[in-house]
C-alpha cells in the first residue's frame, strides 16, 4: 500500500546518522518476481513457437486477458477483507446473457446502456451476497457457492436452452473487441485492454489513498481489531461484495462483446481462474495484504501461459491444468515464505537498540545489541 520503494533516512535513528535503509514493500517484490517471470516465459515461448512476437499473439493475449483481470480485481477487493466470491462466474453469465437478450431485442441500444444494465445486474447479484455475508453472518465460501448455484440454476430456467447469436447483436457490440484505442511500435492496443488497464490503476490507487480502501485492509489484517476499533465492519464488507458484483457485470459485458454467441452456461469456471490470477499476483488468501496490479499481473502470466502453451503441440490439455494448479501452488508457498521473512525483518528493525560501548564514534554491529521490550524484562525477572 506504499510506494514501490520507500527511502527512509535514518539521521541519528539508532545511533546511526547518515545510513539510508532501502524498504522494498513485500507487494512489490511479488509484482517485480510476476514481471520477471512473465518474460522469462515469453522468451521461453519466444523460441520454442514460430512467429511467437507478433501483433497477432499480442492482440489475442490482451483481447483475452481483459475478463480475466477485471474478475481478478473484484476478487482481490473481497479477498483483502478475509472473504471470497465464488459466484462471479455465475454473475457473469447472468449478465451476458440479459444484456445480450435486451440489446438483440433493442438494436438501437447505445453502448452506455448496455454496459449500465450489465453493471447493475452484476450490483444487484453481489449485494444479494453482501448482505448475507456481512449481516446474515454466513460464512462467504458457503454464500457464493450456493448463490453460484442458485444464479446459474436460475439462467438456465429463464433461457430456456435458447442462445444469443451474435448476428442478433449490434455491429458495435461484436466489433467493440477489434476496436484500437492506439498502436505503439506496431502493436495495437485495443479498447477493452486499455479501458481495463485504466480500472486496475484507478482502483488501485484508491486502495490506497482513500480511506475506504484502507479500511478493507484493515478488515481483512485483523476483523476484531478493525470492529473494537470502530470501523463499521459489516457496511464495508457489503461495499466490497457490491463492487466485486458490479466489476463482474461489467465482465459479463466484456464476455458478450467477445464471444457474440451466449448460452446459459457462459462464464462457468471463470471464478476458479479470478481466485487463481488473485493468489498467484501476490494476493493473500488469508486477507489483508495484496494489491490489484498483482492480481493484474497475474492474470496477464496465466493467459500468457495459456495462449502460449496451446501452441506449443507437444503439451496436451491436461499438462496446462497442471501446470496451471502447479503455478497457484508456488504462488501460495512464495507468498507464505516472503510474507514471514518481511514480519521478521520489521520486528527486528523495530525494536528499540542500544548500545553497549562507551565509546560514542563505535558503528560496529559487535557494539550494538537490542534492547529487551518490556514482555521480555517481565518475562526475565520472573525466571529469577
Request: charged share 15%.
Amino acid at each position: 500500500m506504499s510506494s514501490a520503494v520507500d527511502i527512509a533516512r535514518l539521521d541519528g535513528a539508532h545511533g546511526r546518522p547518515g545510513r539510508t535503509a532501502v524498504w522494498v514493500r513485500p507487494e512489490r517484490v511479488k509484482e517485480l518476481s510476476l514481471l520477471g517471470v512473465i518474460l522469462v516465459a515469453l522468451l521461453v515461448f519466444g523460441f520454442l513457437v514460430d512467429d511467437y512476437f507478433s501483433g497477432r499473439f499480442f492482440n489475442r493475449v490482451t483481447t483475452s486477458v481483459a475478463i480475466t483481470a477485471v474478475l481478478a480485481v473484484a476478487q482481490t477487493l473481497v479477498i483483502v477483507t478475509r472473504n471470497i466470491d465464488l459466484s462471479v462466474g455465475s454473475i457473469v453469465g447472468v449478465s451476458a446473457y440479459l444484456t445480450g437478450q435486451f440489446a438483440s431485442s433493442n438494436p438501437s441500444v447505445s453502448p452506455a446502456v448496455a454496459i449500465a444494465i450489465a453493471v447493475g445486474l452484476g450490483t444487484l447479484l453481489g449485494a444479494i451476497n453482501g448482505v448475507i455475508v456481512a449481516y446474515g453472518r454466513v460464512p462467504a465460501i458457503i454464500t457464493t457457492l450456493g448463490t453460484l448455484a442458485i444464479y446459474r440454476s436460475w439462467l438456465i430456467s429463464h433461457g430456456e436452452g435458447k442462445t444469443i447469436t451474435a448476428d442478433s447483436l449490434p455491429s458495435w457490440v461484436v466489433d467493440l473487441p477489434t476496436r484500437t484505442a492506439f498502436s505503439v511500435g506496431g502493436l495495437d492496443i485495443r479498447v477493452v485492454f486499455a479501458v481495463v488497464v485504466v480500472i486496475v490503476v484507478v482502483l488501485q490507487v484508491a486502495m490506497q489513498r482513500l480511506r475506504w480502501g484502507r479500511r478493507l485492509y484493515a478488515i481483512g489484517s485483523n476483523p476484531e481489531a478493525a470492529a473494537q476499533a470502530g470501523l463499521p465492519t459489516r457496511r464495508l464488507v457489503l461495499g466490497a461484495f457490491v463492487a466485486c458484483g458490479a466489476l463482474s457485470g461489467f465482465a459479463g459485458f466484456l464476455f458478450l462483446s467477445r464471444f457474440g454467441n451466449i448460452t446459459v452456461v457462459a462464464g462457468q469456471g471463470l471464478e476458479l481462474d479470478s481466485v487463481a490470477a488473485a493468489v498467484v499476483g501476490g494476493v493473500s488468501v488469508l486477507g489483508g495484504s495484496g494489491t490489484l496490479v498483482g492480481a493484474f499481473l497475474g492474470a496477464v502470466l496465466i493467459d500468457v501461459l495459456d495462449q502460449s502453451l496451446v501452441r506449443v503441440p507437444q503439451v496436451s490439455e491436461f499438462w496446462r491444468n497442471a501446470i496451471l494448479g502447479a503455478l497457484i501452488l508456488a504462488a501460495v508457498i512464495a507468498d507464505v515464505v516472503i510474507g514471514r521473512r518481511f514480519r521478521r525483518r520489521w520486528s527486528a528493525e523495530a525494536r528499540p537498540h542500544t548500545k553497549v560501548d562507551g565509546s560514542a564514534g563505535d558503528e560496529s554491529e559487535a557494539a550494538r545489541v537490542p534492547a529487551l521490550t518490556a514482555p521480555e524484562q517481565a518475562g526475565r525477572t520472573g525466571d529469577r
